[in-house]
Nanobody
Framework: QVQLVGSGGGLVRAGGSLRLSCAASGRIFSMNLMRWYRQAPGNQRELVATITSGGTTNYTDSVKGRFTISKDFAKNTVYLQMSGLKPEDTAVYYC??????????????WGQGTQVTVSS
């Protein structure tokens, strides 16, 4: 089985920065893409950022210019560098990976989530 472990969350003041990490382990043939989602209590889960194996990135409008997703797929790891944090960024952040466990078999895996809290 593939496991994803997210880390790096914490409590920061508005305007501060955090870097989240998500490392995958297990039977991994290759990484297709990795994503960061977030979910605040009572809210829908929101896709925050995506990075493909080719390095293409995409962000939700609310984080453009503030968040940067990057990867080191050789280490099966994705990062989310968050700067200029706002209280509305407060949420549990989850990583998702689409992984070829063997050639031709693509599956989605989720990390356990890491809490990001931004104070006013």
């Amino acid at each position: 089985q593939v496991q994803l472990v997210g880390s790096g969350g914490g409590l920061v003041r508005a305007g501060g920065s955090l870097r989240l990490s998500c490392a995958a382990s297990g039977r991994i043939f290759s990484m297709n893409l990795m994503r960061w989602y977030r979910q605040a209590p009572g809210n829908q889960r929101e896709l925050v950022a995506t990075i493909t194996s080719g390095g293409t990135t995409n962000y939700t409008d609310s984080v453009k210019g503030r968040f940067t997703i990057s990867k080191d797929f050789a280490k099966n790891t994705v990062y989310l560098q968050m700067s200029g944090l706002k209280p509305e960024d407060t949420a549990v952040y989850y990583c998702q990976a689409l992984i070829y466990t063997v050639p031709g078999v693509l599956s989605a895996y989720w990390g356990q989530g890491t809490q990001v809290t931004v104070s006013s």
